[in-house]
């Protein structure tokens, strides 16, 4: 069994114990741990406060990079879709997890409703995303591109 998927289960069940919903997430880098991160939304009021996002940033933090590409991340659950996208943005090397998106979905947390939106066309969604079109709406993005000391994502 591996180490890393038992150690996230432990901190994922033991958050439960402390009200805590029932995610928890490890980034490792070279066989140790670098950041834990537990599901925080309800204790703190934070829909971003998932665990792989929690751990994410202390491990960010911890690196003082935003980049984690040397590292794995450990998850007790699929990742949810805000999840992936950090992950994705974050760069690990791999990405581990132990309950599948379907067993989250049979406790009560389904995020399949997200894909679907996702698949929807703006206007048609549940939240209407709106484009509000602006003549100086690509100015940021100008601004980046001629920026010569701009850090690279």
């Not at 805000?82 to 067993?103: E, K, Q, T």
Request: contains cysteine; proline residues 7%.
């Amino acid at each position: 069994m591996n180490p890393w998927i038992e150690q996230v289960i432990e901190l994922a069940s033991a958050n439960v114990a402390q009200n805590g919903g029932p995610f928890a997430a490890l980034v490792v880098r070279n066989g140790k741990v670098i950041a834990t991160g537990v599901n925080q939304v309800a204790r703190t009021g934070d829909p971003t406060a998932h665990a792989e996002m929690v751990a994410i940033r202390a491990a960010c933090r911890e690196l003082g990079s935003f980049r984690l590409s040397d590292c794995e991340l450990y998850a007790s659950c699929e990742p949810c879709p805000m999840c992936l996208g950090a992950i994705y943005w974050a760069r690990p090397a791999r990405v581990f997890y132990a309950a599948s998106a379907a067993d989250a979905g049979a406790a009560g947390f389904d995020d399949a409703f997200i894909y679907r939106q996702m698949a929807t066309p703006h206007s048609e969604r549940s939240i209407p995303m709106i484009q509000v079109i602006h003549e100086k709406a690509g100015q940021p993005f100008e601004s980046w591109i001629h920026k010569p000391d701009r850090t690279a994502y």
